[in-house]
T-cell receptor
Framework: GNSVTQMEGPVTLSEEAFLTINCTYT??????LFWYVQYPGEGLQLLLKATKADDKGSNKGFEATYRKETTSFHLEKGSVQVSDSAVYFC??????????????FGSGTRLSIRP | DTAVSQTPKYLVTQMGNDKSIKCEQN?????MYWYKQDSKKFLKIMFS???????INETVPNRFSPKSPDKAHLNLHINSLELGDSAVYFC?????????????FGQGTRLTVV
């Protein structure tokens, strides 16, 4: 079946450090891939997405590239800030579906940034 | 303007009670959802509702029932609350189809059953 696996947290970094949060998926064909972010006390919001192989999603300094060969969609940021502290969710919508009702989330990775 | 709003934000209640959580979206979206987030932050979809078509996650107990008076509202009613129902419940909405459909989430309702 379809699934998303993220690196377990929490991840703690110092400000201006380089960030990578790993995400791999299991799905047939070409699912759509997403990163959502949940700031403390808030709901999830879309951070970036990619809908076909080799696409790169980017937003707020974060990037992720859809790698079909490694079934991965790792999240990266060159220099993190304290305000990036949040829980990050990798997600997919399986091939052939276009509704968000089919979205499958990973377990989330908590990121804490020290000043 | 809040796009997806839920009330209440916090709900503490005793086992066996019946409670409702309300959700409204002002985005003009045609599909709404309820998700449950457990203590480990794991998110699971419970229901989606599109133009009067209800899609139910079969693992959800029938004590949970969604009610949609119109396209902009999707309420969640829970009967005979149990301790295991304690979680954060998120309402969300989206529009149409197409690859990369984005879901917009409310701030969540933290339900504590004592």
């Amino acid at each position: 079946g379809n699934s998303v696996t993220q690196m377990e947290g929490p991840v703690t970094l110092s400000e201006e450090a380089f960030l990578t949060i790993n995400c791999t998926y299991t799905a047939t064909g070409y699912p759509s891939l997403f990163w959502y972010v949940q700031y403390p006390g808030e709901g999830l919001q879309l951070l970036l997405k990619a809908t076909k192989a080799d696409d790169k999603g980017s937003n707020k300094g974060f990037e992720a590239t859809y790698r079909k060969e490694t079934t991965s969609f790792h999240l990266e940021k060159g220099s993190v800030q304290v305000s990036d502290s949040a829980v990050y969710f990798c997600a997919l919508i399986p091939t052939g579906y276009s509704s968000a009702s089919k979205i499958i989330f990973g377990s989330g990775t908590r990121l804490s940034i020290r000043p | 303007d809040t796009a997806v709003s839920q009330t209440p934000k916090y709900l503490v209640t005793q086992m066996g009670n019946d409670k409702s959580i309300k959700c409204e979206q002002n985005l003009g979206h045609d599909t709404m959802y309820w998700y449950k987030q457990d203590s480990k932050k794991f998110l699971k979809i419970m229901f989606s509702y599109n133009n009067k078509e209800l899609i139910i996650n079969e693992t959800v107990p029938n004590r949970f029932s969604p009610k949609s008076p119109d396209k902009a509202h999707l309420n969640l009613h829970i009967n005979s609350l149990e301790l295991g129902d304690s979680a954060v419940y998120f309402c969300a909405s989206s529009q149409g189809g197409g690859r990369g459909t984005e879901a917009f989430f409310g701030q969540g309702t933290r339900l504590t059953v004592v």
